[in-house]
C-alpha cells in the first residue's frame, strides 16, 4: 500500500488549492477514504471522509462549506478540492485509507499574504 499527495503550495487567504492522493496497491473505490491536516505544533487532525461504494462524505466543521473531497475511480486517485482558504488551513495533508495504517509524506500547503 503506497499513497502520494501532491498538489500543495503557497497561496493567498481566499485563493484556492487543488490535492491530490495517488493510491497503489489497493482500489480506492473499495474503501473510504480520508484527508488529515497537521498544523506546526499541533495534532493531526481530520479533515474529510469519502465512503467506500455509495460515496458519502463528511466533513470537519472548520472545512464544511469550504472543502470537497472525491475520488477518480479510474485514475485511482483521491482529491481534495479546497475554496475560499484560511491562514487556519496552513498543514501539511495526508490521504488515509479507512482499511489501512500507512501514511504518504504528506503535501504542505501554506496560506499566506
Known amino acids: 500500500v503506497q499513497l502520494v499527495e501532491s498538489g500543495g503550495g503557497l497561496v493567498q487567504p481566499g485563493g484556492s488549492l487543488r490535492l491530490s492522493c495517488a493510491a497503489s496497491?489497493?482500489?480506492?473505490?473499495?474503501?473510504?477514504m480520508s484527508w488529515y491536516r497537521q498544523a506546526p505544533g499541533k495534532e493531526r487532525e481530520w479533515v474529510a471522509r469519502?465512503?467506500?461504494?455509495?460515496?458519502?462524505?463528511n466533513y470537519a466543521d472548520s472545512v464544511k462549506g469550504r472543502f470537497t473531497i472525491s475520488r477518480d475511480n479510474f485514475k485511482n486517485t483521491v482529491s481534495l478540492q479546497m475554496n475560499s482558504l484560511k491562514p487556519e488551513d496552513t498543514a501539511v495533508y495526508y490521504c488515509k485509507a479507512s482499511r489501512f495504517d500507512s501514511w504518504g509524506q504528506g503535501t504542505q500547503v501554506t496560506v499566506s499574504s
Open positions: 469519502l465512503s467506500g461504494g455509495g460515496g458519502g462524505t
Open positions: 496497491g489497493f482500489s480506492v473505490s473499495s474503501y473510504a
